[in-house]
């Protein structure tokens, strides 16, 4: 399974991307439009050492609930993923058993390797 979760109005994820190319026999899952389902997440979960690592502290919603005031549990950061797309770190790249998560220039170089490597 190749899959990348990604946003398409986030011009990171756009420029990554255009660096992953090609995608040729890659899922590309816009999060906005279709969401990501319960057992997409379980997926990811299971190719991680957490929700919370898959969880974007960088979102507006965060803030504006005053979410980072609060001690988050693992139960909280997977129903806050599930109930808006904004929660979901990205772009997520699953290749098989591996998972990359973020923008960090080392997550796109390994996930690059992974899918053309």
Avoid: W
């Amino acid at each position: 399974m190749k899959t990348i979760f990604y946003l398409a109005t986030c011009k990171t994820c756009q420029k990554i991307l255009e660096e992953l190319q090609p995608l040729d026999g890659v899922e590309l899952r816009e999060i906005k439009e279709k969401g990501v389902t319960q057992e997409e997440l379980e997926v990811m979960r299971g190719l991680t050492d957490s929700y919370e690592s898959l969880f974007s502290r960088r979102a507006m919603l965060f803030r504006q609930r005053g979410l980072k005031d609060q001690s988050l549990t693992e139960e909280d950061y997977k129903n806050l993923i599930l109930e808006h797309y904004t929660f979901l770190k990205r772009p997520v790249v699953v290749v098989d058993d591996s998972i990359f998560i973020g923008n960090a220039k080392k997550q796109v170089e390994a996930a690059k390797e992974a899918l053309h490597g």
